[in-house]
């Protein structure tokens, strides 16, 4: 069965801190990806990664960065967290090949206070 | 760049049938299609290429006009099950960043 893992469901930080979101996929796929979903706003790509230590910025990238070393291992960076980032965050992956389908993890509900 | 969903949201009744519409303001490679129910993560329904390919849900359809970037999901003879906010996501070139519509809510009643 193929998993994507993400490190914790639930996270609550303090506004300043460096916080770390990592997810894991179990299924060798080449592109990973991190979104954020909030009420009516959908999922709202974040950085897209298409191979171990290449990335793309999405559409929403500021305050974020992001880290892939390994190709199962994408993690999602907040430098200084904000209250404004307090939201679910949700990580994927999918195979290259033109018609595979993206497998997303369970979320992290992550809270700054 | 996100694709336009409609309508927002949806209220039917057991057995009615729904269409949800995606369209794009740019050239699409693929359009997918995937239902989120609440607390649970996105599950993949349905992908559709150029050129006419597509692969996905056995009871569920979903069509692909090419010259107009829209997309539409067709759900027919709706069921409890299919209660859920479905995104659609697109893709403009092949192995491409997946960027999603703000999704429509669809809630079935007995």
């Known amino acids: 069965d193929v998993k994507v893992t993400q490190s914790s469901r639930y996270l609550v930080k303090r506004t300043g801190e460096k916080v770390f979101l990592e997810c894991v996929q179990d299924?060798?796929?080449?592109?990973m990806f991190w979104y954020r979903q909030d009420p009516g706003l959908g999922l709202r790509l974040i950085y897209f990664?298409?191979?171990?230590?290449?990335?793309e910025k999405g559409d929403i990238p500021e305050g974020y960065s992001v880290s892939r070393e390994k190709k199962e291992r994408f993690s999602l960076i907040l430098e200084s967290a904000s209250t404004s980032q307090t939201s679910m965050y949700l990580c994927a992956s999918s195979q290259t090949g033109g018609y595979t389908e993206a497998f997303f993890g369970q979320g992290t509900r992550l809270t700054v206070v | 760049q996100q694709p336009v969903q409609s309508p927002q949201a949806v209220i039917l009744r057991e057995g009615e049938d729904a269409v949800i519409n995606c369209s794009s303001s740019k050239a699409l490679y693929s359009v997918h299609w995937y239902r989120q129910k609440h607390g649970e993560a996105p599950v993949f329904l349905m992908i559709l290429l150029k050129g006419g390919e597509q692969k996905g849900h056995e009871k569920i359809s979903a069509s692909f006009n090419e010259k107009k970037q829209q997309s539409s999901l067709y759900l027919t003879a709706s069921q409890l099950s299919y209660s859920g906010t479905y995104f659609c996501?697109?893709?403009?070139?092949?192995?491409?960043?997946?960027?999603f519509g703000k999704g429509t809510r669809l809630h079935i009643l007995p």
């Open positions: 990664s298409y191979d171990v230590k290449m990335k």
């Open positions: 996501g697109t893709e403009l070139r092949r192995d491409d960043k997946i960027i």
């Open positions: 299924m060798d796929h080449e592109n």
